[in-house]
């Protein structure tokens, strides 16, 4: 749907994914993505404008040599748009090991803003914009594991919802919200 929408706002596209079944959707939706891994991929140096990681970088196993191939693929001017789990949530704060983003073992690594803007500027990235942002049904789904419901989710109760939202300013207040938004610029 990402590619699709940008396509739809005059960008040209290519994707990368190693899920088959994603692919064959994209296939089929006249998308052009590469099967496997982005460092297989061939793609020249300094070929994009806009490389956008959502919620990627905390499964890859060297974060380190994935931003490193990102800001090498990257136009001078060219930025880099990353969404992941913030590892200094006021909800991981909280929930400890049983907060939702955890995700063991898929999520390999956790990053704060402050080690995400250190990963960036190493590999020549200048922050343009770094923020957090409140996933409240992440806080319900953690609040789901911390009280072993096996019923119907929390975030599906209005009640929950309701109960959650005083939440949602204090931890944008606090900058500790669930997930990083970030954006880095090659100079």
Not at 19 to 41: K, M, P, S, W
Not at 54 to 74: G, K, N, T, Y
Request: charged content about 25%; overall charge positive.
């Amino acid at each position: 749907r990402f590619m699709l929408r940008m396509q739809q706002l005059g960008w040209q596209v290519q994707g990368v994914e190693f899920n088959q079944t994603a692919v064959n959707i994209c296939r089929q939706n006249h998308l052009e993505v590469f099967h496997g891994e982005l460092e297989d991929t061939g793609f020249a140096d300094e070929s994009f404008d806009l490389i956008t990681a959502r919620h990627v970088i905390e499964h890859v196993q060297d974060p380190d040599a994935f931003v490193a191939l990102a800001a090498r693929l990257l136009k001078p001017g060219g930025r880099l748009h990353l969404r992941t789990p913030n590892s200094e949530a006021l909800g991981r704060a909280i929930f400890g090991p049983l907060w939702f983003p955890n995700e063991v073992p898929r999520h390999l690594v956790l990053f704060s803003r402050r080690n995400l803007d250190m990963l960036a500027k190493l590999h020549g990235l200048a922050p343009v914009k770094v923020r957090t942002n409140v996933r409240t049904n992440w806080v319900l789904n953690s609040l789901d594991y911390k009280t072993n419901n096996t019923g119907r989710p929390y975030r599906k109760r209005k009640w929950y919802r309701l109960l959650v939202k005083p939440y949602v300013p204090f931890s944008k207040l606090s900058g500790r919200g669930e997930e990083i938004f970030a954006i880095y610029r090659k100079p």
